[in-house]
């Protein structure tokens, strides 16, 4: 079993976890929820002795995690599936832990088989996909056989197959008697694998209760009623005898009647009564994912916002592809500025006093007279030597 009593968390002016107390019973499967940066991965540090409490303690089955002799045999962990070295093939990764732990070498097939990878047993790690690397830390938490198991996000890069594996996994160690501790943020995982929950929130604890109470206790259920449509004069007379009887109804977008405060066979019963016949009489409870926002929507630290776009926008297009205003489109009115593609290599600066970016004046015709050269052609002169010594062009390359 895991005790936490009165774990305080600092870091300097934050506080992580504020004094949490909770316990993780053997045989269940108990799922730790919470936003992010809630405290989640901090308790867990503290649990298995890689970060110290600022106040307060948290045993295992009585001890300190520090304490237990050969904790490897007896707690297992996967907090972070990357924490492995590139180098090594899955196989001795999975046997250098052995070796530390005193584990015989054969666990480690045995394990590597429980997860799905013997195939790759002799594949560096630096070459595994994300579900691949999860496997691999599941397999080091299985390692030494342990009584009690913590898992952070488990089924993370998990295809189908590997989720529904690591959901049946959970509840065979629970049925085993063994103390399993999962946190996560996919609440339809939980909802099909945990018994009991532990929610925090800004370190401090909101709920520990079953998986039931949990949902119950936020969220209202409902009945889903529906009548002929052909007849609004028995809508009306149904409506009538519900709220007469103490219930609440109100009208869904399909059509059909939600009811708060009567059980179905109460509403069964009123329906006979006024001589209404029922389409659908249908209970209706909310998911654990409703229940947890509700109870989590005022301790959430990260909200998203819609996204405005803001120059996102692709201008108009005229009816030959340009830009709509056409050539010669004062800036400011709309229209985006024309922009100027780099050319290759060098190139003319403008002449002087006119902005690089100025449109050009008109140009002279083909049949404009060139005045002769009275003396000897000077050099182009660079961008670098434009007068002034201000730097009139950039060299695209």
């Known amino acids: 079993m895991i005790e936490a009593v009165g774990l305080t968390k600092r870091y300097g002016a934050k506080t992580a976890v504020d004094d949490l107390s909770f316990q993780v019973r053997p045989g269940s499967v108990t799922g730790f929820l919470g936003p992010n940066g809630s405290g989640k991965s901090t308790t867990m540090r503290m649990i298995l002795g890689l970060d110290r409490p600022t106040a307060g ?28 070295h590139g180098g090594r093939t899955a196989r001795n990764h999975l046997l250098s832990l052995a070796q530390l732990a005193g584990i015989p070498a054969a666990r480690v097939d045995e394990v590597l088989g429980v997860v799905g990878l013997q195939d790759v047993a002799r594949r560096r790690s630096s070459g595994f996909s994300l579900g691949m690397g999860q496997r691999l830390g599941i397999a080091a938490a299985l390692l030494g056989d342990p009584q009690v198991l913590l898992f952070d996000e488990p089924v993370n890069g998990l295809d189908p197959e590997g989720i529904h594996w690591v959901r049946n996994l959970m509840k065979m160690l ?43 206790a936020n969220s209202a259920d409902f009945a889903r009623v529906r009548v002929p449509e052909n007849d609004p004069g028995e809508r009306e007379k149904l409506t009538a005898s519900l709220i007469e009887a103490g219930g609440r109804v109100m009208s869904e977008p399909g059509g ?35 229940a947890y926002m509700r109870m989590t929507q005022g301790v959430v630290d990260y909200r998203s ?88 062009s950039e060299d695209p390359r």
């Not at 996560?184 to 009991?196: C, G």
């Not at 803001?310 to 709509?324: F, K, M, W």
Request: proline share 14%; glycine share 12%.
């Open 57 to 84: 303690h948290v045993t295992i089955g009585g001890h300190p995690y520090r304490s237990l002799p050969n904790a490897p045999r007896q707690v297992g962990a996967l907090l972070d599936a990357k924490a492995v």
């Open 174 to 216: 629970a049925a085993e008697g063994r103390t399993v501790f999962v946190s996560s943020h996919l609440m339809s995982e939980m909802a099909l694998t945990a018994d009991h929950l532990i929610v925090i929130g800004r370190g401090r604890l909101l709920s520990d209760m079953s998986v039931k109470d949990f949902i119950s």
């Open 256 to 290: 059909a009647l939600r009811v708060t405060g009567l059980p179905l066979p109460r509403i069964s019963d009123l329906a006979h009564g006024c001589g209404v016949r029922l389409w659908e009489l249908s209970p209706h409870q909310a998911s654990l994912e409703e």
């Open 305 to 392: 916002t819609d996204d405005a776009k803001a120059g996102l926008a692709e201008a108009p297009q005229g009816p030959h592809g340009d830009v709509a205003g056409g050539y010669g489109a004062e800036p400011g009115l709309g229209q985006p500025l024309p922009v100027e593609a780099p050319q290759e290599g060098w190139y003319a600066p403008p002449p002087p006093g006119r902005d690089a970016h100025t449109a050009p004046g008109p140009a002279a015709g083909p049949s404009a007279p060139v005045p002769a050269a009275s003396g000897p052609v000077p050099a182009p002169t660079p961008p670098s030597a434009a007068p002034g010594g201000q730097q009139t």
